[in-house]
């Protein structure tokens, strides 16, 4: 059975099977169709509706110039190329698009609704390209994206296959934008919205992951947990839960002669606090992007307003802190790491190995780490600086939000390599200390027994850091 939608906010990015629109939001999608093309009848000048775009928005546009106009914004716009987005995050521009549609400012038909719902149930997504969006917002990829509702382009299936339009074409029926509609499927962020709106639910467990993996190395070491004490968050409640959260999953067992641990496992709970404030305030950056005002021309009332909510400052100042965040994080991880293999720090033979001299042990699994810490770090350059005229200067700036988006998924691939060192840092040392496991810990180290054999002599370490990656991440 279908996912009724009956209120924009019913329309979700964790919605997987087939929806439908209820009748009650369809009937308000008509009245709102109605007022729009009510405006448009009176035939004063309505931006890429009775005008040209960009540079050329003084030009009137004929009758029969703006019926194929609409159609002819996505033409002319499609001129990004491979490697496309993978399926997930083109379906979750889809998804954005539409959540934005419901609300009215577009004013677009029932019909071209139906059409999304249509894509989002077929079991196909666009092929967006994955970069190329030097615009004011998303024309580009939004072209690729909107394309296949009128037989142009490509999609990609379930496997990240290329296809053309035609294999979902042949399961919808015959369809033509109607005025406004063009310019609508190309406004606004949806795109990075979207995306940004898939990659919560990744952030929030990878900062899971990540404070239990921390919670490993402070159990392993024995480190003190005064560091940890809930009361040391008193002006900060989300510091205090985490702090909280941190003994609760390393036990409280310490060394009482190690009055401090390094640094690196000191800042355990400040460093996740911090990640996770940044992502609730990307998430709430995420609702204002689905809810506010965001189309242009938006059907304000009775009457279309030009509004620059194509300029995603919001979202991409808050991807952008999100990916400082993570390089911070991601740094105090591999410094743990790189604490783990020394004898002075964890008691254990020196760089985890079984027979130190003979064995490398893990000292290169930290030194992928280092690379990746460093690749990490060339992603913090703030993404809206370097703003570049387009359109004959009608386009005069960017935020580039789109490959703020991009950049904040590569930082979460990256991040995540970095945990599963650390991991199987905390992995190896459990098994040559013989220390118990924390109780709070034993579901997770029991989930990275499962994939990686005792390390008894160097190997592939890549290969358990994959299993790791796949399975336990």
């Known amino acids: 059975m ?28 008509r009245k709102t169709r109605a007022q729009a093309l009510r405006v448009l009848a009176t035939e004063s000048p309505v931006y890429g509706v009775n005008t040209g775009m960009g540079a050329l928005s003084k030009v009137r546009l004929d009758e029969d110039e703006q019926r194929v106009h609409q159609r002819n914004l996505l033409l002319g716009r499609a001129v ?10 083109s379906r979750a521009v889809v998804v954005a698009r539409l959540r934005t549609f419901l609300t009215g400012d577009a004013g677009v038909s029932a019909e071209l609704c139906a059409q999304l719902v249509a894509l989002l149930n ?22 690729h ?15 990240d296959k290329v296809r053309l339009a035609s294999s979902w074409r042949r399961t919808a029926s015959s369809f033509e934008l109607g005025p406004k509609e063009g310019i609508a499927l190309l406004a606004g962020i949806p795109g990075a919205t979207g995306r940004a709106w898939l990659q919560i639910g990744v952030l929030e467990r ?12 402070i159990a392993v070491v024995a480190a003190s947990r005064d560091p940890y004490d809930p009361r040391t968050g008193r002006a900060d409640a989300l510091l205090a839960a985490e702090q909280a959260r941190i003994l609760q999953l390393a036990g409280t067992e310490s060394n009482p002669s190690t009055l401090q641990a390094p640094i690196s496992f000191r800042v355990v709970g400040h460093v996740v606090s911090h990640a996770r404030r940044m992502v609730a305030e990307l998430a709430a950056a995420v609702d204002r992007g689905l809810d506010g005002v965001t189309d242009s021309p938006a059907l304000l009332g009775r009457d279309f307003v030009g509004t620059a909510g194509f300029h995603g400052i919001d979202l991409a100042a808050h991807c952008d802190h999100v990916v400082a965040a993570l390089a911070h994080a991601a740094e105090v991880s591999a410094a743990r790491l790189h604490r783990l293999l020394d004898p002075a720090v964890s008691g254990l033979p020196a760089q985890l190995a079984r027979v130190p001299g003979p064995q490398a042990g893990l000292v290169p699994v930290h030194k992928r780490a280092v ?3 460093h690749a990490l770090r060339r992603l913090t350059l703030p993404t809206a600086i370097g703003a570049m005229e387009t359109s004959n200067g009608q386009e005069d700036v ?14 979460i691939r990256l991040t995540r390599e970095v945990a599963a060192g650390e991991l199987l840092a905390v992995h190896q040392a459990f098994a040559l200390s013989g220390r118990p496991v924390p109780a709070g810990l034993r579901d997770l180290l029991d989930a990275v027994a499962d994939v990686v054999p005792p390390i008894g002599a160097d190997r592939p370490f890549g290969l358990d850091l994959q299993r790791i990656l796949d399975t336990v991440l």
Not at 80 to 89: F, I, M, N, S, T
Not at 206 to 217: P, S, W
């Open 2 to 29: 279908p996912t009724p939608v009956e209120r924009p906010e019913d329309l979700t990015i964790d919605l997987v099977g087939p929806i439908e629109l209820a009748p009650s939001l369809l009937e308000q999608l």
């Open 80 to 89: 990004g190329g491979a490697p496309w987005l993978p399926y997930a995050e």
């Open 122 to 143: 077929s079991g196909f997504a666009p092929a967006i390209p994955v970069g190329g969006a030097g615009s004011a917002g998303e024309i580009i990829p939004l072209a």
């Open 145 to 159: 994206a909107f394309g296949p509702l009128v037989g142009v382009g490509s999609v990609v299936d379930a496997e």
């Open 206 to 217: 990878l900062l899971d992951r990540m404070g239990e993996v921390a919670a490993g190395a």
């Open 371 to 373: 690379a990746t810490v």
């Open 398 to 411: 960017q935020t580039f939000c789109w490959e703020a988006v991009g950049g904040l998924g590569e930082a």
